[in-house]
Each structure stands twice: as C-alpha cells, then as structure tokens.
C-alpha cells in the first residue's frame, strides 16, 4: 500500500488520517505535508493524543509550514534499557536516588553476570531482537541494522549518494574510539590508513551528519562548570552511539571474544549505561555530558535534569575500580564546594548524588555518601 498512500498523501492527505484514533502513520517523513494535515485536524477535532508520527531519522524542515507548536509534541525514542528488556531487577529507583535522601538502597541486587551484561550489550536494545529463536539468531539484529544504515538509509536520509564501503568505515572507526574524545582529525586518519578509502575532511564531516541525523551516532558533549581554567578542560566530545550493540557488531566481536577483552568491553559498557539513563529520565527532560580535565579528573557521565538538579556517574565494571571512581566523584564535588566559598555572588549548585554505576551485584552506599549501583538493578 505504500505507493497508494503516498499517492494519497500528495493529492488529499486527510484522508489518511480519518479512522479510529490514536493512528500511528509510521515513517511519515517520506510524506512529509501530513505534518501539516495533522496540525489542522488537530485544530479541528481540539482533542488531544490523535495520532503518533513515528520516524527513523531526522525530518527536512524545508518542507513543513508549520512548526507544530501547541499541538505536536516532539519525542525523542531510544532502544530498550535492561529494565524494559526485563534484564534489570529495578530494585534501585533512579527518581527516588534523586528525590529521596534518605533513600536506602543497601542490599539491592542485580541477577545479571558479567557474561549477561556482554551479551546484552551485543545483542543491544534493539525489541525486535527478544523474538530470536537462540542466542545466534539474537545477535543478528544489530549486524543487520548496521549493514542496513551503511548500504541504504545513509544515502536515503537526505537522498545523497554515499558509498557503503566509506560509510562502513567511518562508523568501524567510531567503534574503534568508542566512549573516548578521539578527534575528528584522529577518526580521519584512521579510516585513510588501510590506503583503501580516501577522504577529505569535508567529505568525513558530510557522512558523520547524516548518521546523526538517522540517530545512529550520539556523541556526548564536554560539562565545562568554572571551577578550573578553562584551559585545563577538555571541551572535545566522547564519541558514542545510541546503542552498544552498533560497536560490537562494527567491531566483529561476538560474546565470546568480549569476555577476554574486558578493557575494550568497558568501553562498551559505558555506552550502555549512557543509554539506560537517558531511558529512565527521558520524562524529566534529561540531557548526558562528560567531564575531564588535564590533571586527569573526570566524571563518566553528568545526568542533568530539565528543573538543574543532577548526577556525577563513574562507570566501572569491576570492583576493584569502585574507590578511583569514588575519589574522582568527591575530589569533583569538592572543587565546586571550594569554588563556591571564594564566589559567593554566583554560586554553583552542588551535584545532587554522587554514584558509581557497575557490572556488580549488589548495591550499597559507602560511609563517604557515594552510592555504588549495579546497572542490572536500576530502573527509572
């Protein structure tokens, strides 16, 4: 029916929005005046949750009137978090480390091994993917969708020929520096070094817009508060992607090989935490960024809520990492508090929690208030 409704979509397309509510019209950008159809309906009818416009990549504005404004309401969709996987317990509330001070979260397990976090995260988030008949068949989702983006939707989004085999390596490179602040100039390089590829920086740029625009690439921006020279923090994004099954299967790694590369799968795990939290606050109109500094301090992941409340994470798979990530965490805090006693005009809001997201069992709180979380116990 695809071409009929296109057809309609050109000569009348009110039509397609007559039947039974909430419509779903999946896809809607390859007709995109129904934005505006739908914006004088709703008018019309003055009724609100009529239809659900689902796209998979970002959307020409050239070719809408209207913005929307008052009447539809944008929602960014992300793939599935451990807890809508089912994977995760939920025993520990993100909403209530926030809400709650008193909140206790001691003793609070995950079921998930170091194993089922691997494969989780090569299987990703993706729904269609919990309907594979075995693992194998599991794993095969996010090979697909990769292959997809590189050969079709990459030339398609804004209908500009691209080369698959260009595309396919600009991405295998993002793998490569996955949850790091590689440089454009670094990516660059690394995918002309085979000799195989050659590309200008412009060129490179071109393609890295249109994966972000198909929401494929999501690079997490620098946190840059005044509590030290601005010289002395980097201001560089973290490359990432929406999921972390896209690295894995850029990568070529299977399950298996991950379980003896842990370095490279705490990369990997990263990302799956950056994704997990931007599910579970995605209500509170959250954003994610990062921060590091020369002198080595960092914070993983900043959670900033819409109402300025918000959380310093360090993510650490194992253990033995847990007190590092815990005096980067504390040593960040007391900057901002010590920062605070010399400008008392404009005072910085402290972070609200301090937590240490982990691979881990089980959840507790440490005497020095940093709360240490299992990823496969959270929930929003």
């Given at each position: 029916?695809?071409?009929?409704?296109?057809a309609t979509a050109i000569s009348k397309p009110s039509l397609l929005l007559k039947g039974e509510t909430p419509r779903l019209i999946d896809e809607w950008q390859d007709a995109p005046v129904l934005w505006d159809a739908v914006r004088i309906m709703v008018d019309e009818?003055?009724?609100?949750?009529?239809?659900?416009?689902?796209?998979?990549?970002?959307?020409?504005?050239?070719?809408?009137?209207?913005?929307?404004?008052?009447?539809?309401?944008?929602?960014?969709?992300?793939?599935?978090?451990?807890?809508?996987?089912?994977?995760?317990?939920?025993?520990?509330?993100?909403?209530?480390?926030?809400?709650?001070?008193?909140?206790?979260?001691?003793?609070?397990?995950?079921?998930?091994?170091?194993?089922?976090?691997?494969?989780?995260?090569?299987?990703?988030?993706?729904?269609?993917?919990?309907?594979?008949?075995?693992?194998?068949?599991?794993?095969?989702?996010?090979?697909?969708?990769?292959?997809?983006?590189?050969?079709?939707?990459?030339?398609?989004?804004?209908?500009?020929?691209?080369?698959?085999?260009?595309?396919?390596?600009?991405?295998?490179?993002?793998?490569?520096?996955?949850?790091?602040?590689?440089?454009?100039?670094?990516?660059?390089?690394?995918?002309?070094?085979?000799?195989?590829?050659?590309?200008?920086?412009?060129?490179?740029?071109?393609?890295?817009?249109?994966?972000?625009?198909?929401?494929?690439?999501?690079?997490?921006?620098?946190?840059?508060?005044?509590?030290?020279?601005?010289?002395?923090?980097?201001?560089?994004?973290?490359?990432?992607?929406?999921?972390?099954?896209?690295?894995?299967?850029?990568?070529?790694?299977?399950?298996?090989?991950?379980?003896?590369?842990?370095?490279?799968?705490?990369?990997?795990?990263?990302?799956?935490?950056?994704?997990?939290?931007?599910?579970?606050?995605?209500?509170?109109?959250?954003?994610?960024?990062?921060?590091?500094?020369?002198?080595?301090?960092?914070?993983?992941?900043?959670?900033?809520?819409?109402?300025?409340?918000?959380?310093?994470?360090?993510?650490?798979?194992?253990?033995?990492?847990?007190?590092?990530?815990?005096?980067?965490?504390?040593?960040?805090?007391?900057?901002?508090?010590?920062?605070?006693?010399?400008?008392?005009?404009?005072?910085?809001?402290?972070?609200?929690?301090?937590?240490?997201?982990?691979?881990?069992?089980?959840?507790?709180?440490?005497?020095?208030?940093?709360?240490?979380?299992?990823?496969?116990?959270?929930?929003?």
């Amino acid at each position: 029916m695809r071409e009929e409704y296109l057809a309609t979509a050109i000569s009348k397309p009110s039509l397609l929005l007559k039947g039974e509510t909430p419509r779903l019209i999946d896809e809607w950008q390859d007709a995109p005046v129904l934005w505006d159809a739908v914006r004088i309906m709703v008018d019309e009818r003055r009724s609100p949750g009529q239809f659900i416009l689902t796209s998979s990549n970002s959307v020409d504005r050239a070719n809408i009137l209207h913005s929307g404004t008052g009447r539809i309401a944008r929602l960014k969709m992300h793939p599935m978090s451990l807890w809508e996987s089912k994977e995760s317990t939920g025993e520990v509330s993100l909403q209530e480390l926030f809400d709650n001070p008193d909140y206790v979260i001691d003793g609070k397990t995950s079921k998930m091994t170091i194993e089922d976090l691997i494969f989780t995260a090569s299987r990703g988030g993706w729904p269609a993917s919990l309907y594979g008949r075995s693992p194998k068949a599991q794993l095969l989702t996010a090979k697909n969708y990769v292959q997809t983006i590189c050969s079709d939707d990459v030339s398609h989004v804004d209908g500009v020929q691209r080369d698959p085999k260009t595309a396919t390596a600009i991405l295998r490179s993002y793998a490569r520096n996955i949850s790091t602040l590689a440089k454009k100039t670094t990516l660059l390089d690394d995918v002309v070094s085979s000799g195989e590829i050659s590309l200008s920086m412009d060129t490179f740029s071109d393609y890295e817009t249109a994966f972000e625009r198909l929401f494929v690439i999501q690079n997490i921006d620098a946190w840059s508060p005044a509590i030290r020279s601005k010289t002395a923090i980097r201001s560089s994004v973290k490359r990432g992607f929406c999921d972390p099954s896209i690295a894995v299967a850029l990568l070529g790694l299977s399950p298996e090989a991950l379980s003896v590369q842990l370095k490279t799968f705490g990369f990997i795990f990263e990302q799956m935490c950056i994704r997990d939290l931007k599910a579970y606050t995605i209500d509170l109109n959250s954003h994610v960024s990062y921060y590091h500094d020369r002198y080595g301090l960092e914070a993983d992941i900043v959670l900033h809520l819409e109402d300025g409340r918000y959380a310093l994470i360090e993510c650490k798979l194992g253990s033995r990492e847990i007190d590092n990530a815990a005096e980067h965490l504390l040593e960040l805090k007391r900057l901002i508090l010590e920062r605070n006693k010399k400008e008392t005009q404009m005072q910085m809001r402290e972070p609200d929690i301090l937590v240490v997201l982990t691979g881990g069992k089980m959840a507790y709180t440490r005497p020095d208030g940093v709360k240490v979380v299992p990823l496969g116990a959270l929930k929003a």
